[in-house]
């Protein structure tokens, strides 16, 4: 009875012990993990150095990817996520002056140069931002309200498109794609005839893709990818040892195997 009642006394003090442990390393466990927003811009590198991130430091990211003004609204309703990397430097103004990042860590991963984007081959010929105006021709950009691509094209179209053939290249337009993904795809999938879009974009998709470079008068401004803590993290010391990574040199060679490396990618190329 005695030996009985000990058994008893011992379960019922090692197994909140035991309980509370587990709990401690389930919680440690949760706690190793990343919430990070990312501009659909750099996503096929990005994705592949987020795997290498996470064999290498058993850090779990839960990566999501968009239109950076779509992103930096989730995060801010959400009022969750760790680092914000968004694909344009834009909205990460956008996000400092509304106080949603550390501005202090913000720091320059790539570069990205404004192009169009055709079907590999070339089939309609397009030679020109001019040949947009082409009738017949579909022609889609990114929401310049959400997505950077979008923002950048519509000024580009703005400042070398006479009245006449804004109206022409309107009648073309046939889709505001929501991220840079979808603009992408928009090619890929043999929805639209041609997008402007950044000359990366070759590289996502080099079966199906062509870049032609515009002028280097053409190109207004060209866009960098920055990165930055969000002021919702719960673990700013594993944020920024993200943000240490995707600046080191495994990151960057991924990142050169899309020609995301240099400002100057397609300047080499014949204009």
């Known amino acids: 009875?005695?030996?009985?009642?000990?058994?008893?006394?011992?379960?019922?003090?090692?197994?909140?012990?035991?309980?509370?442990?587990?709990?401690?390393?389930?919680?440690?466990?949760a706690e190793e993990r990343l919430i990070i927003f990312i501009g659909a811009a750099s996503k096929p590198p990005t994705e592949e150095a987020i795997k290498v991130f996470e064999k290498n430091t058993g850090v779990k990211v839960d990566a999501t990817f968009g239109g950076s003004g779509y992103l930096l609204s989730q995060m801010v309703l959400s009022k969750k996520g760790d680092v914000y990397f968004p694909g344009s430097s834009d909205y990460m103004e956008k996000a400092k002056r509304e106080g949603h990042i550390y501005p202090e860590t913000e720091k320059v991963v790539v570069y990205l140069v404004p192009a169009i984007n055709v079907q590999r081959g070339n089939p309609k010929d397009i030679k020109s931002l001019r040949d947009l105006t082409i009738p017949g021709l579909k022609v889609a950009i990114a929401n310049p309200e959400g997505v950077c691509v979008g923002a950048y094209a519509v000024e580009i179209i703005e400042k070398f498109f006479t009245p006449e053939e804004?109206?022409?290249?309107?009648?073309?337009?046939?889709?505001?794609?929501?991220?840079?993904?979808?603009?992408?795809?928009?090619?890929?999938?043999?929805?639209?005839?041609?997008?402007?879009?950044?000359?990366?974009?070759?590289?996502?998709?080099?079966?199906?893709?062509q870049s032609i470079p515009l002028k280097k008068s053409e190109v207004i401004r060209v866009g960098y990818i920055p990165i930055a803590i969000s002021k919702f993290t719960k673990n700013r010391e594993l944020a920024q040892k993200f943000i240490d990574f995707m600046l080191s040199e495994d990151a960057k060679a991924i990142f050169r195997k899309y020609n995301l490396n240099l400002a100057n990618v397609f300047w080499d190329r014949k204009m």
């Open 1 to 29: 009875m005695k030996r009985d009642y000990v058994m008893v006394l011992k379960s019922q003090i090692i197994a909140p012990v035991i309980f509370s442990i587990l709990i401690f390393c389930v919680t440690a466990f």
């Open 166 to 209: 804004k109206a022409a290249f309107k009648k073309n337009l046939i889709n505001y794609t929501e991220s840079c993904e979808k603009t992408a795809t928009a090619i890929s999938l043999k929805m639209a005839d041609a997008v402007i879009g950044w000359g990366v974009f070759e590289h996502w998709d080099p079966g199906r893709i």
